[in-house]
């Protein structure tokens, strides 16, 4: 019998379409194919068209991912170039223990 998978609600804080924002997005859906296949949703906010939405999150940087469900809620600041970092974060990977 197949076990129900959680699906991840992912929130990335924008600011228009800038280069770090625009990387951040790319970086975050390429992560989420590899790890997360059909067990995601990806939810952009730009704050230059809803700034009310910044203060429920607390955002006080851009871009900045949101990871709302699985608890415990995380936030990763950046473009999320770092895979492991963002992994790690989420919680998708445990840290892996440096020699």
Sequence with gaps: MEQLEEIWELRLY??????????????????????????YII???DLLVQPQLAEGDQIFAIPTL??????????????LSNEEKVLV??????????E
């Design 43 to 45: 939810e952009v906010i």
């Design 14 to 39: 924008v600011a228009g379409k800038t280069a770090k924002s625009v990387a951040a997005l790319a970086n975050l859906k390429k992560y989420c194919e590899t790890h997360l296949k059909d067990k």
């Design 66 to 79: 949101v990871k709302k469900v699985p608890e415990p809620i995380r936030k990763i600041i950046g473009d």
């Design 89 to 98: 974060g989420l919680n998708i990977r445990p840290a892996t223990k440096m």
